[in-house]
């Protein structure tokens, strides 16, 4: 269901937990399904051995999936104009992901309305994992 | 950059789907899709970065004959390769313009951005690059712009 401005406000809050216990396999899956084969996210000898990680990590652009999966069901498919991340800590496995979105504005962009959010995704420790920021049309 | 043409095809967006944890119907059910508001199957907003299943010299995929620098035999298929932790993702940012369904045939079109240092006390020296790649549809209309930031480490991403 799409969002309507006129029962949003400033400062609402829209959480979901986008993936919980995130599992190797998962990440091989988005590995698949993107076409980036890094071995840094699924070859756990390269990983620890060559590149000196303590284990493999999800692709940045996993946990951006993730985090969009949040967000389109708040904001309803195909309503997003932007959408935008910084990475700021790496994502492992048997991590568990809450992704947060906060109204910053109500207001109209080409005669419609639309819903500037800020977005956050953490994990079980409580550490951002990326921060962001979206816009999406609204219903008046 | 060359030009990459990227089919945008309904099984492929199932699977992306599928890898993100993502249930909702318009990405992989097309009668549930028609009935809703985007009217028939739609990608999830990240799609576009499987661009690189169509980039036929995309530089983390295994090729036939070549060496891989992902392990086998040794820990790496490349000898000698010095322990660079490799570049990461810092930032990725997206604009959609127009919609897009299965059946539509995007060309994408890659330009270099902006490059600059930073220093960092987890990893080094950091350098970070901007890439800004244009998709459009069959009909020449811009679909989506993503501006992605990679940043090269000195050294490991230190877990402190």
């Known amino acids: 269901m799409a969002l309507k401005s006129s029962t949003l406000k400033v400062g609402d809050t829209h959480k979901e937990r986008v993936v919980e216990n995130l599992s190797r396999t998962q990440i091989v899956q988005y590995a698949g399904a993107s076409g980036d084969y890094n071995p840094l996210h699924t070859d756990e000898v390269y990983t620890t051995q060559i590149a000196g990680y303590p284990t493999v990590f999800a692709h940045g652009m996993l946990t951006m999936g993730l985090t969009s999966k949040m967000l389109t069901n708040y904001v309803g498919p195909g309503r997003l104009k932007k959408f935008g991340v910084r990475f700021t800590n790496q994502v492992w496995p048997g991590d568990t992901l809450d992704a947060t979105a906060t109204v910053e504005a109500i207001r109209e962009e080409d005669g419609a309305k639309v819903v500037d959010l800020k977005l956050s995704t953490s994990n079980q420790d409580g550490k951002e994992v990326v921060t962001g920021t979206a816009t999406a049309r609204v219903d008046p | ?160």
């Open chain 2, 1 to 160: 950059m060359a030009k990459i043409t990227f089919p945008v095809e309904a099984s492929h967006i199932m699977m992306f789907a599928r890898a993100i944890g993502d249930t909702s119907p318009v990405y992989h059910d097309a009668e549930a899709a028609k009935q809703s508001e985007v009217g028939g199957i739609i990608p999830p907003p990240t799609f576009v970065q499987a661009v690189a299943q169509f980039d036929p010299d995309y530089f983390l995929r295994p090729k036939p004959g070549q060496k891989w620098f992902g392990s086998a035999k040794g820990p790496s298929g490349i000898e000698g390769k010095p322990t660079s932790s490799g570049g990461l993702h810092a930032e990725q940012h997206y604009e959609y313009h127009l919609p897009m369904h299965p059946g539509d045939v995007l060309t994408a079109e890659t330009k270099p951005g902006k490059t600059w240092e930073r220093e960092s006390k987890r990893a080094g020296k950091l350098t970070f690059r901007e890439r800004v790649t244009e998709y459009r549809n069959q009909k020449g209309e811009l679909v989506v712009t993503a501006r992605g930031v990679g940043v090269t480490t000195e050294r490991p991403v230190d877990q402190g």
